[in-house]
């Protein structure tokens, strides 16, 4: 095999590489944005606090339902203004204020278990979307507050009330 032959079959290999990633160029083009991307693309801009208090059992729900003209984009009151504008640029839409019937956007709250009251019943942890509750069953829980989204799905299924929202602990610099 001489060198020529290893020339000429690296330019082919070289000009079907090229004239694939054109085709693909183009294609991307032309084609229209496949729901599941651009609902991943959604998720993204979204604040992942799986708060629902979207309507949506949490981020991923409610971008899929953007994504398919189910939901208004002003439905996400921990994201805000700055997400309703985002998620309008994205999707060539205006920008809208935020929904009248979702609720206000609060200050961040965590949810702190009183350990003393806490029967260990496990009925908050599957309720956490963020996995912020360590403990076990007949065991003491607690919270880890970084973790913690202040979503409040944890406390009704507690049923001796014994977790409530607060502040975050801030530390003064040393």
């Known amino acids: 095999m001489g060198i020529g032959t290893i020339v000429m079959t690296g330019l082919a290999c ?5 004239a694939s990633g054109a085709l693909l160029g183009v294609l991307a083009r032309r084609c229209p944005r496949d729901d ?6 959604i998720n993204k801009l979204l604040p992942q606090t799986q708060c629902a208090q979207c309507g949506y059992p949490g981020c991923a729900p409610y971008a899929e339902a953007i ?6 984009i002003n439905r996400c009151p921990p994201g805000g203004e700055e997400t309703v504008a985002a998620l309008a640029e994205l999707l ?4 809208l204020p935020l929904a009248d ?4 956007t609060q200050p961040p709250l965590v949810a702190v278990i009183d350990e003393d009251a806490c029967i260990g019943c496990a009925l908050c942890l599957p309720a956490c979307p963020v996995d912020a509750i360590l403990g076990a069953h007949r ?3 607690t919270v880890i507050s970084v973790e913690c ?5 944890c406390i009704e299924p507690c049923p001796v009330d014994c ?3 607060k502040s975050p602990l801030v530390l003064p610099e040393w």
């Open 14 to 18: 070289a000009g079907v590489a090229a």
């Open 36 to 41: 599941k991307s651009l609902s991943a693309e």
């Open 67 to 72: 994504a398919e003209g189910e939901a208004a």
């Open 92 to 95: 060539g839409d205006r920008v």
């Open 101 to 104: 019937d979702v609720p206000a």
């Open 139 to 141: 065991r003491m829980h």
């Open 149 to 153: 989204t202040g979503c409040e799905l």
């Open 163 to 165: 977790i409530s929202l």
